[in-house]
């Protein structure tokens, strides 16, 4: 049983058969102008586009496409360094507990001048919109928060933080990574000047996703490009445009908003039943976070004395989970979201993620997580 959606998610079929049509019969670059391959491409590209924007609720100008939410967030924040040093602006508030994309790019500009503060969680695993916002100050260029903690599952404040940052006039980024295609009316009432996102985590194809600039009076964040090339994403993303890529992206967001109320309603079956299967288990367990915040596809458990290791190693011929995030799997250091959240190392290394989406079942878990449990009693 595959359980690590937030790593990455199955490809919907739907998605998938629509990708190899695309191949088949649109072999021409978006970008080229002399010929009706170039024009046939470009429709799809432009299609896919529209049907990002008809998920986010924003207009189809707005999005540009990257190689995924790494890529747009590394363009949103290293491509404003130059407002930055023009404006006097190089105060950046984010939290420990964001992707390595984020923590490592804003870290990088920490040593060409920039003066970067980390707001840190309690043991609910949540950042107070108070902890953020107290830290705004006049030369305050950024705030980047994301909305869905990918470790934990963890919803953050970002409507608050953005109302309020929207009426300081402070830049505000948003890591929509495990949330979009998934919290679709909160991220469409969402005020934020850039997101990033990557298909693959709502069931589209791996290599694609967007960075969302909105117009704020009618005008774009100054973002600039951070790499050089061609004039593609207004050259802000330059680079041949994958077409079948982004078609695949296009098609998963049309399906997540015809299909997001019912696969949350899913989701939320499915994490109670995980949770009643923990409580009959007699197995000496903690949840990671407060549920109260928590998105009903994830869930974060810490199986006391049990390695979570040696467990993933017992079950990765049944079951599919991880102890942390895909990105940082090849380090055997403790979770640094966990740690920043105040736990004990002895319970982060018993801690694994476990998380699911379209596609897993009530009798999948009734039997697989079933199992793993078994399995947690024999390595305890």
């Not at 929509?176 to 998934?182: D, H, I, P, R, V």
């Amino acid at each position: 049983m595959y359980l690590d959606y937030n790593a990455t998610t199955p490809i919907d079929s739907r998605v998938l058969d629509y990708m190899v049509e695309v191949y088949k019969s649109v072999p021409g670059n978006a970008d080229s102008r002399t010929h009706d391959y170039g024009d046939s491409a470009r429709k799809v590209v432009e299609k896919g586009r529209k049907q990002v924007a008809n998920l986010l609720g924003v207009e189809a100008d707005e999005v540009i496409i990257t190689s995924g939410s790494t890529e747009s967030s590394n363009i949103a924040i290293q491509g404003l360094q130059s407002y930055a040093e023009e404006a006097g602006k190089k105060h950046i508030i984010t939290t420990a507990i964001e992707h390595k994309a984020v923590l490592n790019t804003v870290k990088y500009l920490g040593t060409k001048g920039f003066d970067v503060e980390y707001v840190k969680p309690d043991l609910s695993g949540h950042i107070y919109a108070e902890d953020v916002l107290n830290r705004v100050r006049k030369d305050t260029l950024l705030v980047s928060v994301m909305h869905v903690n990918n470790e934990t599952g963890t919803i953050q404040p970002v409507q608050e933080i953005g109302d309020e940052l929207r009426r300081q006039g402070v830049l505000f980024h948003v890591d929509a990574t495990q949330s979009c295609g998934k919290l679709v009316p909160e991220l469409r009432e969402l005020h934020y000047d850039m997101l990033s996102m990557s298909a693959h985590k709502f069931r589209g194809p791996q290599g694609i996703g967007a960075l969302i600039l909105r117009r704020k009076n009618f005008v774009l964040p100054p973002v600039k490009g951070v790499y050089f090339g061609g004039q593609q994403e207004r050259g802000i993303r330059p680079g041949t445009t994958p077409v079948a890529l982004v078609a695949g992206m296009g098609k998963a967001c049309e399906i997540a908003s015809e299909e997001y109320e019912q696969n949350a309603k899913s989701s939320h079956v499915i994490k109670a039943l995980v949770m009643e299967l923990l409580e009959k288990s007699g197995v000496k367990y903690k949840i990671n976070g407060d549920p109260a915040y928590c998105i009903d596809s994830t869930v974060n458990i810490c199986f006391e004395g049990v390695s979570s290791e040696a467990l993933m190693l017992s079950t990765k011929q049944f079951c599919a989970l991880s102890n942390g995030s895909a990105c940082t799997s090849h380090s055997y250091d403790p979770s640094y979201v966990l740690s920043a959240m105040g736990l004990p190392v002895d319970d982060i290394q018993s801690s694994v993620r476990i998380s699911w989406g379209p596609g897993v079942t009530v009798e999948d878990v009734k039997g697989h997580f079933q199992e793993l449990l078994e399995t947690v009693k024999m390595l305890g």
